[in-house]
Structure formats: C-alpha cells, structure tokens
C-alpha cells in the first residue's frame, strides 16, 4: 500500500488524531510494548525524539486494529509483545538524474518480544523475533539518480521475506550486566541511531552506511553475542559477529556458518544523561570496529605499485577497521521516560573507515528535531539534516591513472514533517537536496520530493 493512497483515506480527520475508545483492553500490551521502547533506548544510547512508529529499524508502537480483538492483551498477559507494520518510502525527482520518475518502495514487519519472566518466570530473561519483507521500487535506480546514499532507505538487501532479529537476552547484576545472543546486527546496538530520515545518510547505524560489504545493518542479521555493562550513566559495550557473506542471500532463514569468513568485534562507551531524572535528554557515544577478514587494497598490487599500471593481483589487506562518534543533546522543552516530549534536539554522527581497503572512507551527518513545533498535530516533529559522504582519496588516484571522472564527496540535506493524521498513522512528507551526486562535480544536482509514513496494524 502507497503513502499516497494511504493520505487520501485519512486526510479529512488530519488536524486531530483519535484517541483509544473508552474501555479500550489494551492498556497492558500498550505498556509492554513501552517498556520494550524505553529499554531499546537505553541500551543503545538513541534518544532521538522522533516518533517510532515510521522508524523502519525500530519496533511500532500499538496502531489501527487497537487490541487485534483482544489478542494483544491476551498474549501481553503472558509476556509476548506482538506489532506489525508497513512502512512506505515515496519519491519523486524533479531535478537531475538521468530521467524523471516516481516510485514506491515499503517494508511490512511483524515482531513479538517474549518477556521470560512472565512466562516461565526467569528474570531478566527475554527474546525478540521479527520477520520483514521488503518489496518495491528504487528511484535511484529507475531514474539513474547515480547516488552515494538512496534516497529511499528502506530499499535493498534484496526484496523479499527475511528473519531479521532471532536473539536472546538476559540482564544480571540488577540490569548492570546485559547480555545478547543469536541473530541480530550491529547496528541495533552500536552507533545506533534512528531511521526518521527518507534519505540514508541520516538513518540508522552509520558505520552500515559506508561499510555495508560487511557491517550489516537491519533487515540482514548475523550470529553474534554481544555484552554490555552499565554503570550509572556510563556504559561499556562489546560484541563478536560472524561475518558471511552468505548472509546477503534471498531467503527466510541464512542461517549459514560455512562460508564465513572472519568476525567483526565492535567496542563502544556511552554517556546517557536525563533518561532518569526527566531531565534534558543527552547521548555521547565513541567506538570503533576491526573486522578480521581479508580485503583488496582500492588501489595497490601485491607488489605495492598502483595496479592499474603494474597488473597483477591486489593487495590483500587482513583486516579492515573504522571508529564513530555519536553525539545527541536535547536543548529546550521537556521529556519522559527517556524520550524527549517537545523542544529543540540536535544530532552530530561522524564515522571515519580505513582508507587501505574502502571507497566510501567517511560520513559526517549534523542535524536537528524540534518535537510540538504546530499545537493541534498530536507527536508531531521537525526535522532537519546535512551530511557529507567521502570517497577514497585512494579510489580517486586510481580513476586518475585510468583517466576517468574523479570522485570526491558528495553532500545531501534532507527537511521533513511528520504528523499523525490518525493515531495509527504517520506522515511524514519531505524535501531532499543532493549535491555533487556520487561524489562527481560535474554531475547535475538531485532535487527529491518524498514522503515516508507508516501504517501501524
């Protein structure tokens, strides 16, 4: 289902958002679903203020058939959390790429999170499973728009159903020690950040962004424990993951260990600042990764001449690593359990990949949420950002030896709205502006009109 056809069912009720009916029996699935969002964000330190429910890394909250007839409350009852929802990506390019088109692009997940406490009495204990199926169409493709970052992030990894999360966790030490095992992804914990954004050089955990041969972002998981140890509003956080490129493949379950080809340990140390006390809602994040599997220099042979000049193999580089900040502070307004309620956010992510073994080497993105800007939409929010993504230096001489157009970095801004026509719904219409697109000066500006929304079930 479009965003466009969503709009036009709803849109006549769009200045007020409906309120559960009275006696309505889903209270308790409602907060086990909150509780599962409060957690997430303290465990990755993400404390944008922008609404989940369009978030296509982050589980909805309850939405359009309220209780599922009293399903919800039924399992809620017994410790599972179930959501379901579709999130649709539109977009429109009315300046550059190679010819003009519109496409729809969405994601439809399913999940339930099994609180183990309640149901078999082990505390501390729980496990999340979600299936996604991603379906549609890529304007950067269909408009050779010829992008770093899409201008639709909920395209790729291939489109069709997948498991995406299959993991267990367990907190200790009065949820001083956290620990995760089974199929998840790094980004889930590590640099996190949210998916409010259309354009991908604002969504998700950055270090996917520019190192997606092998750090795998959501919908592709992998096997992998990581362990995380709290302390007061500092933590300290690190994981193994298999890396296999057979991850990557169109099925429900790769579930594969053959084919591996290394592991990649990523380590970060938070600093979380009014998630308690209500107070202004801050994150700072510092981590890096190393990935022990082998990869091709971008520019030198075995024999460490340019190989373009000289032939032979390339050089095999036997490891591959990047470091990230993470930066978040809520400037004016309020906040609750973690999340801020209305005011001014500001955001700064910054990731920097080796230069030996990547194109893309680095990404900076700044940027900012103004939650409550208009009285009358209910959760509505503000966003804006800016970003730059760099190619190699190293991937520029080598176009220069082949006397081919140089690549550089390219730049991308990105405004929207998003509001609630319906409690169930969000809306979230944008502008995109791309500069110097795939890092090429020559090639013509891309001018993108979007809209990103989410219909919860």
Known sequence: MACAAVLAAVIPGASRSIAAPPGNDSAQSDDHVRL??????????????ANEQADTQRPPPPGLAGDWFGLKEFLADRGIGVTARYASETALNYTGGRRKAITETGQLDIG??????????????SVQGTVTYRRGHDLGQHAGLGVLQQVQEVYGRGQTIRLTQFWYEQMLAGDQVD????????????????CSFQNLSFCGSQPGNIAGDYWYN?????????????????YVQAAAYE???RNLDRGFLEWHFHGADGVLVPVEIGLVRGAASNGPIGSFKVGGWISTSNAPDVLLNQRRQPAILAGDTMLQRSSRSGVWVNIQQQLTGSSKDGKTERGLSVFANATQSDRQTSVVDSQVALGLFYRGLIPWFTEDVFGLGIARTHVNDRVADRERLLAQPTQGSEYAAEVYYGFHPRSWLELR????????????RRADDVGVIGLKGALTL
Do not use: C
Not at 221 to 232: E, I
Not at 429 to 440: F, I
């Open 36 to 49: 599962r969002e409060r957690a997430q964000r303290k465990r990755s330190g993400d404390m944008s203020p």
């Open 112 to 125: 339930a999170l099994i609180d183990l406490k309640k149901l078999i009495g082990l505390n501390g204990g």
């Open 179 to 194: 620990l995760k095992l089974g199929r998840t992804a790094p980004g889930e914990d590590f640099a996190a950040f949210s």
């Open 218 to 234: 959501w919908p592709i998981s992998q096997w992998g424990a990581r362990a995380r140890v709290n302390l007061g509003k500092i």
């Open 243 to 245: 890396q296999n490129p």
């Open 429 to 440: 219409p944008n502008l995109q502006w791309v500069h110097h697109p795939g890092g090429y």
